[in-house]
């Protein structure tokens, strides 16, 4: 099994070899992580870091832009998530194929993320910060990237605060609380792959 719902389903034929599998694999997640490319480059700003940067920031930050682009596959109300190709596994099914503490942690994730209910405005912008927020070891001009991200913060409190109303203080709070969740879920989620990679 290929639990990951970037996979267009979670059964793997066991006629195929790993680098079949992963051949298959690739051609189902790469288009989004292009899109996640070609968003970064119109984030206002992004393509004035130097060029290096914006490779560290994208290697980073793309499973967390990815993380929040594609919450809505786990519905919490259902306890299904779907997969790229449209098909929807259940939960407990899921788990019976090997998945874990992660997939769980992922669900409380997006259902507190939709709970949020940020309008496309929003999440663009917080997608922007989430990626400018990426790790930062091997950065190389620092300053340039806090300033970004301190511009890109800026933006997405004034967007909220307008939009929120008596909620607004506590949405934009809760959303920069996301981003140490996101890290964790992306070392976890870095875990599962590197060990679906030793042993496929
Ligand atoms: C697990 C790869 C992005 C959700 C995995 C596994 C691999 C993988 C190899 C281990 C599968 C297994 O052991 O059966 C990738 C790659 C990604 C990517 C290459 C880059 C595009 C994502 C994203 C999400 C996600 C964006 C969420 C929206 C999951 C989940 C699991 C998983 C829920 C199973 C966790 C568990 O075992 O509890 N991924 N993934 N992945 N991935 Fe991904």
Redesign the pocket.
Known sequence: ??????NTSPYVDPHKTSQEIWEE?SMS?TP??REVVEFAKRIPGFRELIERDQVSLLKAGT?EV??VR??S?FNMAERT?TFLSGKRYSLDMLRSM??????TS?CEFSEKLAALRLDSDEMSLFTAVVLVSADRSGIQDLNSVEALQDKLIRALRNLVMQNHGADASTTFTKLLLKLPELRSLNNM?SE??LS??VHP
């Open positions: 099994h290929l639990v990951c719902p970037m694999f997640f989004a992580v499973f990815l993380m594609f919450a596959l998530v090997g998945a874990g503490e992660l997939l992922m989620h599962e792959l679906f990679k």
